[in-house]
């Protein structure tokens, strides 16, 4: 060290002067190209599965139905609306999709609807919803991880 206790760029070692040990050396492209990234590509379907419903409750002898397999994006907005807006308007989203406009307006016109009755369409009607946005659940497999099968 000098005389004084500083040390100067000119009397120092600078990284810039070390040397270049890149001249020649090759970089492998898995290690400089970004990773591959898995982009999802939606398309419309052609041929839409048709709705399919099942009888759901009656009133006076007229019979209502339900959808059986509601699309994955509805089951989202009722999440949505769930998360956002409330449960209780997420539960109007529901009936009125799942029960479709006829059957969800009967059963709010119909005065002698009891509240058990309304809870047992409800709990149906949720248990379907649940379905369109369940994760799949992934195969079983045969055997412990240790035995690999």
């Known amino acids: 060290m ?16 070390a040397p270049d040990d890149s001249a020649g050396m090759q970089v492998s ?5 970004p ?6 590509s939606l398309r419309s379907a052609i041929n839409p599965p048709v709705d399919q419903r099942v009888d759901a409750f009656s ?3 007229t ?11 509805v089951g989202l907005k009722y999440i949505h609306l769930a998360r956002t807006r ?3 308007i997420a539960v109007d989203f529901m009936l009125e999709v799942l029960l479709g406009a ?7 016109d119909f005065d002698d609807l009891t509240e058990d009755d309304l809870k047992a369409v409800i709990d149906a009607a949720s248990k379907i919803m649940a379905g369109a ?3 799949p659940k992934e195969a079983p497999k045969n055997g412990s991880r240790r035995s690999r099968g």
């Open 2 to 17: 000098p005389p004084g206790g500083t040390m100067t760029a000119s009397n120092a070692a600078r990284k810039d002067d």
């Open 29 to 33: 492209p898995e290690l400089t190209a």
């Open 133 to 135: 946005v369940e994760t």
């Open 86 to 88: 409330g449960s209780e």
């Open 102 to 108: 006829e059957g969800y307006g009967a059963l709010m």
């Open 35 to 40: 990773p591959a990234t898995s982009i999802v």
């Open 59 to 61: 009133i006076n002898g």
């Open 63 to 73: 019979m209502y139905s339900i959808l059986t397999r509601p699309k994955t994006n």
